[in-house]
């Protein structure tokens, strides 16, 4: 059964940094493009970042490219998003799937992780 769970969600302070993590199973990670997606309070879900299955190549949405980094480590079928100089505009319920750019697996969301900015 696919899974993804995620963590390192917190409330934190404008311009602040936060990395989540995303723990996947059920299907071969190590050749499986890895996105990072979020749902901002009354909006609908959007993609944050993409990653090739080699880690080689890498996609980011205009509202934080140069201030996240995606990365993973195959060895422990785990993705990151690192962010750096928070806003109050990234207050979202921050979710990982399978697929660099358009989820693979829209039936088997995780619970997500939320991300809470102070201004």
């Known amino acids: 059964q696919v899974q993804f769970v995620e963590s390192g969600g917190d409330l934190v302070q404008s311009g602040g940094s936060l990395r989540l993590s995303c723990v996947a199973s059920g299907f071969a990670f190590a050749t499986s493009g890895m996105s990072w997606h979020r749902r901002r309070p009354g909006q609908p879900r959007e993609l944050v970042a993409g990653?090739?299955?080699?880690?080689?190549?890498?996609n980011y949405s205009n509202s934080v490219k140069g201030r996240a980094t995606i990365a993973r480590d195959n060895a422990k079928n785990t993705v990151y998003l690192q962010m750096h100089s928070l806003k109050p505009d990234d207050t979202a319920v921050y979710y990982c799937?399978?697929?660099?750019?358009?989820?693979?697996?829209?039936?088997?969301w995780g619970q997500g992780t939320q991300v809470t900015v102070s201004s």
């Open positions: 799937n399978a697929g660099s750019i358009v989820p693979k697996y829209v039936t088997n």
């Open positions: 990653i090739s299955s080699t880690g080689g190549g890498t």
